[in-house]
């Protein structure tokens, strides 16, 4: 009688092997290595929804930063003497380029590189500054100053979009 039972519980087992095995597309036909393809295809499932999990929280943070009240995202990166700074902006108003290049200019920040772009009342902006005769600037100075330059051009009647 107990041979039966063991026969039917390895029955069942070697089914539910096999069913494992169709459901992580294992080619192997050894029961260990089923059990090893299914923890492989486990772990590669956890990390796909760890990156699941950041792509929406990333696109939770993009959606607040778009329906807050500041309109722009500004990131600045040094680059040996000089900056990299990029504006994306949801929001679009005549002389917003010439403001923060202003900025630029009273930071004492040349502008050795630029690409500028307004599209469906958004704008985007990388530039490259080079350091002229700019003492104790640094990337949170540089972002503060272009957030300002925004603020302003902002302040003087931009078009806002609702």
Same mark, same amino acid.
């Given at each position: 009688?107990?041979? $039966?039972?063991?026969?039917?519980?390895?029955?069942? =087992? !070697?089914? %539910?092997?096999?069913? =494992?095995?169709?459901?992580?597309?294992?080619?192997?036909?050894?029961?260990? /290595?089923?059990?090893?393809?299914? /923890?492989?295809?486990?772990?590669?499932?956890?990390? %796909?929804?760890? $990156?699941? %999990?950041?792509?929406?929280?990333?696109?939770?943070?993009?959606?607040? =930063?778009? !329906?807050?009240?500041?309109?722009?995202?500004?990131?600045?990166?040094?680059?040996?003497?000089?900056? &990299?700074?990029?504006?994306?902006?949801?929001?679009?108003?005549?002389?917003?380029?010439?403001?923060?290049?202003?900025?630029?200019?009273? =930071?004492? &920040?040349?502008?050795?590189?630029?690409?500028?772009?307004?599209?469906?009342?958004?704008? !985007?902006?990388?530039?490259?500054?080079?350091?002229?005769?700019?003492?104790?600037?640094?990337?949170?100075?540089? %972002?503060?100053?272009?957030?300002?330059?925004? $603020?302003?051009?902002?302040?003087?009647?931009?078009?806002?979009?609702?």
């Amino acid at each position: 009688m107990m041979s $039966r039972e063991r026969k039917k519980a390895a029955a069942g =087992l !070697h089914e %539910k092997l096999q069913i =494992l095995r169709s459901v992580t597309h294992s080619r192997v036909l050894s029961d260990t /290595s089923i059990i090893l393809d299914a /923890s492989e295809y486990i772990q590669e499932l956890k990390q %796909k929804v760890v $990156r699941l %999990k950041q792509e929406i929280a990333c696109e939770d943070e993009a959606g607040a =930063l778009k !329906h807050s009240s500041s309109p722009a995202t500004v990131t600045v990166e040094t680059l040996g003497h000089g900056f &990299l700074v990029s504006v994306f902006s949801d929001k679009s108003c005549p002389g917003l380029l010439v403001s923060i290049l202003e900025a630029f200019d009273e =930071l004492g &920040l040349s502008v050795l590189e630029a690409t500028a772009s307004c599209a469906d009342d958004t704008f !985007h902006l990388e530039a490259v500054g080079g350091e002229n005769q700019a003492e104790n600037v640094d990337e949170h100075v540089v %972002k503060q100053a272009v957030l300002r330059a925004i $603020r302003n051009c902002g302040s003087e009647g931009c078009r806002q979009q609702e």
